[in-house]
């Protein structure tokens, strides 16, 4: 089955609001994190990563967070802004390995 | 600097014919990945190669897949005698190294029909 999933498939949010996009993983072994971005018609695009030793990273509008104690990431996008509306991915990386493994996703509308 | 080029984007095929799809990593990168999407899916891994050489085709189906990645030229995604299962979004993706940060190419959406 899955180990790396969304909590849920959709989120709404008022523009200029907070967001906050949740993910669990089930393998204590993966140790590199990935969240993306994919707007229709496109491939995924790559916004920020987090590796296990590390449990906050900053970009820029965005944060993620890893908890490693029960397995969750989420990212958190500042003052969303109608270009953030898309289907957001987290992705994992076990063992340092090159293969990722993608959860579904969660779909973000923005409400202007 | 080119991004990963897939093309084509969309491809329609009858049952039981052939697709090939194709993906020019970004310059300078040797180390290709093609994934699947499943509608309101995510991405699953199908395989990974270098120039000439097939890595890990682990989440490659058995039969009617195969991929190449020839010295010169794009890696090619081949799909024999295609059903409607195979309708998705295929997507390439380039490393510089085998773990570093990989960009994925726009997708090539197949339609089986």
């Known amino acids: 089955g899955e180990s790396v999933g969304l909590h849920l498939p959709t989120l709404s949010v008022q523009e200029g609001d907070n967001s906050i996009i949740n993910c669990a993983y089930s393998?204590?072994?993966?140790?590199?994190f990935i969240w993306y971005k994919q707007e229709s018609g496109k491939g995924p695009q790559f916004i920020i990563d987090?590796?296990?030793?590390?449990d906050k990273r900053q970009g820029q509008r965005v944060t993620v967070l890893l908890n490693k104690t029960v397995k969750h990431l989420s990212l958190q996008i500042a003052a969303t802004q109608p270009g953030d509306s898309a289907v957001y991915f987290c992705?994992?990386?076990?063992?340092?390995?090159?293969?990722?493994?993608f959860g579904a996703g969660t779909t973000v509308t923005v409400r202007a | 600097n080119a991004g990963v080029m897939q093309n084509p984007r969309h491809l329609v095929r009858r049952r039981g014919q052939e697709a090939r799809l194709r993906c020019s990593p970004m310059?300078?990168?040797?180390?290709v990945y093609w994934y699947r999407q499943l509608p309101e899916e995510g991405l699953k891994f199908m395989v990974y190669?270098?120039?000439?050489?097939?890595?890990?085709e682990s989440g490659m189906p058995k039969e009617r897949f195969s991929a190449e990645f020839p010295k010169e030229g794009p890696s090619i995604l081949r799909i024999q005698q295609v059903v409607r299962g195979d309708s998705a979004a295929y997507f390439c993706?380039?490393?510089?190294?085998?773990?570093?940060?990989?960009?994925f190419g726009q997708g090539t959406r197949l339609t089986v029909v």
């Open positions: 993706a380039s490393s510089l190294y085998e773990n570093t940060e990989a960009f």
């Open positions: 393998n204590s072994a993966s140790d590199y």
């Open positions: 987090i590796r296990s030793n590390m």
């Open positions: 992705a994992e990386n076990i063992n340092n390995d090159y293969k990722l493994s």
């Open positions: 310059k300078g990168h040797s180390h």
């Open positions: 190669l270098q120039k000439e050489n097939i890595i890990d």
